[in-house]
């Protein structure tokens, strides 16, 4: 190799960055020793933009375009160089380009349940995950704040960070959304803004863009969940506490019966709360069977009542078929046997005949 050659090789003409590894956020031009040739081209891709470092301190920024490296073109690096306006020599700088393209598809998610303050539960822990998408805008400040003077620094190093400050802000995207957990799921792009706009000042302070969120599930710990469902089924049942507590009763005897059969509870403790359920139990059913022959009497005795044979047939058949249906509903609680309702049923029809 000739002596030219080799001091050609120590200067450098033409700066650019193709930009071909994936995921790359801030990627340093590799110097080494060479130096940049004074009226040299700078090449900044869409999607780009470069930085000049002098010192360590940030010079000049470029966006997209091509650029010959002059005073003029070079402002602040000429201030910090005392250069003169007949400067040409070579001169040494890092330069660093930062790719600006929206990176999308990034997964955030809770790792654990967070807890929340809710209008309607008070406080709630759930779960939730989505997507994002940013970008750099900023190239000076995410230099400063994040890739420093890193060869290349990739998307894959500041997922950890950027995901925790989703997060982070979850609470205050509920709080600022207003919208009760029960209508989360059904409120999806307005929880996602929300979130999008509580978080985007920390991606400020870092030179970063958060140009989408969406959130695709959002959901309760399976403990809360159940308790969740249960309010919502009294909340169906509304003021029919007693129909509630009827269904409740019927539940709970197949299990307090299998649990007397196979000695279930332990000891002296276990035969008290059996005994007080069962206490309880059978005052439940005490009322109901109560109201229930009660019913029965006085459907007893409407059914022996002569029918009025002046009425019109239409309103007698009426009344006989109302009748019916109170006694089916005697024999579907077991008040009435079948063979009790059947013999009623017979003697109401042959009425009608």
């Known amino acids: ?84 306006k007949l400067f040409e020599s070579p001169f040494k700088s890092d330069v660093y380009f930062f790719s600006t393209r929206q990176q999308v598809d990034q997964r955030w998610g809770t790792t654990q349940p967070v807890t929340i303050r809710d209008k309607d539960f008070g406080a709630v822990r759930l779960r939730a995950f989505g997507n994002y998408s940013y970008r750099i805008v900023d190239p000076k400040k995410f230099h400063t704040e994040i890739s420093g003077t890193r060869e290349r620094y990739t998307v894959t190093e500041l997922d950890g960070q950027l995901r925790g400050l989703m997060l982070q802000h979850i609470s205050d995207a509920v709080a600022q959304s207003g919208i009760p957990f029960l209508d989360l799921a059904a409120n999806q792009v307005e929880f996602a803004k929300a979130l999008q ?21 959002v959901s309760l710990p399976e403990e809360l969940q159940k308790i969740l469902d249960q309010k919502i089924g009294m909340g169906m049942i509304g003021q029919n506490m007693g129909q509630f507590m009827q269904y409740q009763t019927a539940q709970a005897i197949p299990k307090l019966a299998e649990g007397v059969g196979s000695g279930g509870g332990s000891g002296i403790a276990g035969d008290a709360m059996g005994l007080g359920a069962g206490l309880a139990l059978g005052q439940t059913m005490a ?17 022996q009542q002569p029918v009025p044979q002046p009425q019109p047939a239409s309103q007698g058949a009426d009344e006989v078929l109302l009748l019916l249906e109170k006694l089916g509903d005697l024999k579907a609680k077991g008040i009435l046997t079948d063979e009790e309702f059947a013999a009623k049923k017979a003697e109401l029809l042959k009425k009608l005949a």
């Open 1 to 84: 190799m000739g002596l030219m050659d080799f001091i050609k090789k120590q200067f450098i003409d033409i700066i650019q960055w193709t930009e071909d590894d994936n995921g790359v956020l801030a990627y340093r031009f590799p110097m080494q020793d060479f130096e940049i040739q004074y009226g040299g081209s700078l090449t900044v891709r869409e999607s780009q933009m470069a930085v000049f470092i002098n010192e360590g301190k940030v010079a000049d920024v470029f966006g997209p375009g091509m650029y010959k490296l002059t005073t003029q073109t070079l402002p602040v690096l000429t201030y910090l160089k005392n250069w003169d």
């Open 197 to 217: 706009e509580a978080t985007q000042p920390a991606f400020d302070a870092l030179g970063l863009k958060l140009e989408m969120v969406t959130l695709q599930n």
């Open 287 to 303: 009322q109901q069977l109560q109201a229930g022959l009660t019913g029965a009497n006085a459907a007893a005795q409407a059914a």
